[in-house]
């Protein structure tokens, strides 16, 4: 019997500036412990996750979304890349963000000055072990100008520390704002099947017209899942678990083929630090919904 390709090239190609990517990716923000925000819970087993990242490569992914924010009290996601990955082929993508921050102690710090952008781009690539970041999306907290922040990255970008930038967490207003100062190659905004939000629908539509890439993060935990669908994070929809019982798939599966079908400059970083779940997820690349099934699943 024929074994099952299992491959993140399933679900397509898009460039990122000049570095093309599978659509399907990886967010590494789950290999910490599952609550890799709050430094009170248990650290995730280090092998495990090295484990995860090294078969996700195996299995095609090639676009990783991290930040040096994501850290338990005893993992760092950027760590783990670093040690599961490196030296890293050419071929792969590692996205950061930055703007937010944490001390030592794992508690928030106040947003980033524009000043302080240097030093988190330099932590990075510390913790990484690179002397340039591929891209780099500065995620804002809210409403309000940009420009100097997104200046100050450019500044960055020319002194040839980041070769491209994105965004995260903005409106409209930012991507017009950011695109007459330096290119966008990515927006990274909350986005999913229940958790659609009025201006990411249009960020979306607005960067496809652009030839941005749209990555939106939360694609299977949605709305009340935290924890992941089927995990008590929240119940599933009747029409998400349909569509799965008709495919033979998960019902995670099925918000990531939703979330890929949004267009072809959508790109998927699920983020899991269970290895079962990372096949599922890459598998999600080769799964095609209907367009009956697709209006099913907004009804
Ligand atoms: N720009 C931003 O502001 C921002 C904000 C948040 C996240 N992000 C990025 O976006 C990525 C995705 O976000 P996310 O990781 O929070 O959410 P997600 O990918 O939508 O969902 C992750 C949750 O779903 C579970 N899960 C993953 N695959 C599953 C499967 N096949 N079956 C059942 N449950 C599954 C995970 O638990 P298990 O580990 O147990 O699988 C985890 O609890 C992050 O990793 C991070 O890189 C960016």
Known sequence: MATKTIDAAAAGTWKLGDLTVNRLGFGAMRLTGSAAFDPSTPSSDRE???????????????????????????????????????????????????????????????WATPEQLRGQVEENLRQLGRDHLDVVNLRLNGPGSLAEHFGALAELRD???????????????????????????????????????????????????????????FAIAGEGREGGAGQGGGTESDAVLAVARAHGVTSAQVRLAWTLQQGEHVLAIPGTGNPDHLVENVDAGALRLTDEEMELLLS
């Open 48 to 110: 495990r996750s090295i484990g995860v990242l090294r078969r996700a490569v195996e299995l095609g992914v090639n676009h990783i979304d991290t930040a040096a924010f994501y850290f338990s009290r005893l993992r760092s996601a950027n760590e783990l890349i670093n040690r599961a990955l490196a030296p890293y082929s050419d071929d792969l993508v590692i996205v950061t963000k930055v703007g937010p921050g944490r001390d030592a102690s794992g508690a928030w710090l106040p």
């Open 159 to 217: 002194a040839g520390l980041i070769r491209h930038l994105g965004l995260s967490n903005i409106t409209p207003e930012h991507l017009a704002e950011a695109q007459a100062i330096a290119p966008v190659v990515c927006v990274q905004n909350r986005y999913g099947l229940d958790s659609r939000r009025t201006g990411s629908d249009e960020v979306l539509r607005l960067c496809g017209e652009q030839g941005i890439a749209f990555v939106p993060f």
